[in-house]
C-alpha cells in the first residue's frame, strides 16, 4: 500500500464523537478539540446548563456540538444516549470515556455507597458505553475509535487515601486490552491515556486537601489540559489505524511514588 509521507492525519470531518464529562475539567478540553478537528459532538454531563453553554461556544467556533444530559451512574440514562446522540448527529464513531470521580477515602474508610459510586462511575459506565457504542458500529459496518481516560494511579499508588481510585482506574487499563482484542476484528480500536496531574476541578480538590503535591516529581509542575491534545488527537484519528489495546502514559514521570 502506497502511503503519504508523513502518514499522519487529525482530520476528523464525517466523525461524530461523543465525550462524557464533558461539562468541567479535561473534559471540556476534549471536546473542543474535537470539535476543532471537525467532530460533530455530544457533549454529555449531569449539568446541563454548563453544557449548553460549552455547546454554545463551539458553535461560535464554527463547530457542531448537542449537549445531552447524562448521569453515568444511571443504568437506563447510559443506554439511551448513544441512540439520541445518533439520533441529533449521526452515528457515534468515537467515544471518550472521561467521566471519573476519585474517592479520596482510605480503604477501611469508605461507605458501600461510595464504593458503589465510584465503581459504576469509572468502571461500568465505560464498560456499558464502549459496549452500546460498538454494538451499533458492528451493526452498522463502521469501524470506530474509543478512549478511555485511565489515570497514573492506574501505575502508581503511595498509600495515602484514594486506593480504590486506583483500583478503578487499573480495571480501565484492563478492560482497555480486553475489548481491544474483542473489537480489532469489527475495526473498532480501543486506547486509554493515563493522564499524571493536570488542571482540573478534580485536581483543585485534591491540592485543597493535600497541599503541594508537586515537590515529590521529578518536574515539580502541574499539567494544563492542552498537552493532552495530541494524544487524544492520535487515539481517534486516522493515524493511530496500527494502534489498539495500549495505554499511553502522559504524566511527566511521575511515577514510582
Known sequence: MDYALPNFSIDLKGQTALVTGASAGLGVRFAKTLA?????????ARRLDRLEGIAAEIKAAGGTAVPLQL???????????????????????????????????????????LIDRVLDTNVRAPYVLS???????IDLKLPGRIVNIASSAAYSYSGNGASLYAVSKGAVVRMTEAL?????????NVNAIAPGAFSSEMMDGMLSRMGDITKGFPRPRIGDPAQLDSTLLFLVSPSSDFVSGTC?????VQRGR
Open 180 to 188: 481491544a482484542t474483542e473489537w480489532a476484528q469489527f475495526n473498532i
Open 71 to 113: 448521569d453515568v451512574t444511571d443504568a437506563d440514562q447510559l443506554k439511551n444516549v448513544v441512540p439520541e446522540a445518533e439520533r441529533a448527529l449521526g452515528p457515534v464513531t468515537i467515544l471518550v470515556n472521561n467521566a471519573g470521580i476519585p474517592d479520596a477515602q482510605r480503604a477501611t474508610k469508605m461507605s458501600i455507597d
Open 248 to 252: 499511553i502514559r502522559v504524566d511527566d
Open 131 to 137: 459496549c452500546e457504542v460498538a454494538r451499533r458500529l
Open 36 to 44: 476543532r478537528c471537525g467532530a460533530k459532538v455530544a457533549l454529555t
